[in-house]
T-cell receptor, first 115, second 113 residues
Framework: DAGVTQSPTHLIKTRGQHVTLRCSPI?????VSWYQQVLGQGPQFIFQ???????GRGNFPDRFSARQFPNYSSELNVNALLLGDSALYLC??????????????FGEGSRLTVL | QQQVKQSPQSLIVQKGGISIINCAYE??????FPWYQQFPGKGPALLIA?????SEKKEGRFTISFNKSAKQFSLHIMDSQPGDSATYFC????????????FGTGTLLAVQP
């Protein structure tokens, strides 16, 4: 069975541009969460979506937005890119919205470099 | 109150030795404490997790010890192997928001053969 898949794996953008990152959860998983991992640090929670509704938002500016589609895949959008947005963006899926099983399954991430 | 503090930042252990990584938290609402393992170029993978109703959980060579009164928990890797060399993250979350994990800063473990 396929795990969490993310695309693109690597991308380079310049300041001020916009980026869209995509995530497909594990089949049967209805919840998708997004995390930002800056080099040398632990992942930081950005968003959680469950059944196409936002269930949680971390401490990130409004330049960050996301959505979840009827097939449970998700997009993370970042506008007006800053150098500090350079990071590994991780998508994680889980069976339920509250993560009652307790396990998040992470993808391998999208490495964003902002020049 | 949202922080999870992790130490040490890096750790070198000889093959067959015990690796110990410690974490401390402040928010008493946290009730789920997982450990994740991350290899270079990969996403984090759940290693083992514990809830505060038990003081210890063991899975194979990996053990979590949990001290609720001290608000601390630790990961012990017994018989450490070179294949265990990775970055380890502790994390915490509260009931009803277990997808919103608060991660520690990570420990880079190197197991020397």
């Amino acid at each position: 069975d396929a795990g969490v898949t993310q695309s693109p794996t690597h991308l380079i953008k310049t300041r001020g541009q916009h980026v869209t990152l995509r995530c497909s959860p594990i089949s049967g998983h209805k919840s998708v969460s997004w995390y930002q991992q800056v080099l040398g640090q632990g992942p930081q929670f950005i968003f959680q979506y469950y059944e196409k509704e936002e269930r949680g938002r971390g401490n990130f500016p409004d330049r960050f937005s996301a959505r979840q589609f009827p097939n449970y895949s998700s997009e993370l959008n970042v506008n007006a890119l800053l150098l500090g947005d350079s990071a590994l963006y991780l998508c994680a899926s889980s069976l339920e919205g509250t993560g009652a099983t307790g396990e998040l399954f992470f993808g391998e991430g999208s490495r964003l470099t902002v020049l | 109150q949202q922080q999870v503090k992790q130490s040490p930042q890096s750790l070198i252990v000889q093959k067959g030795g015990i690796s110990i990584i410690n974490c401390a938290y402040e928010n008493t609402a946290f009730d789920y404490f997982p450990w994740y393992q991350q290899f270079p170029g990969k996403g984090p993978a759940l290693l083992i997790a514990i809830r505060p109703d038990v003081s210890e959980k063991k899975e194979g060579r990996f053990t979590i010890s949990f001290n609720k009164s001290a608000k601390q928990f630790s990961l012990h890797i017994m018989d450490s192997q070179p294949g265990d060399s990775a970055t380890y993250f502790c994390a915490a979350s509260r009931q009803g928001a277990t997808n919103k994990l608060i991660f520690g800063t990570g420990t880079l473990l190197a197991v020397q053969p």
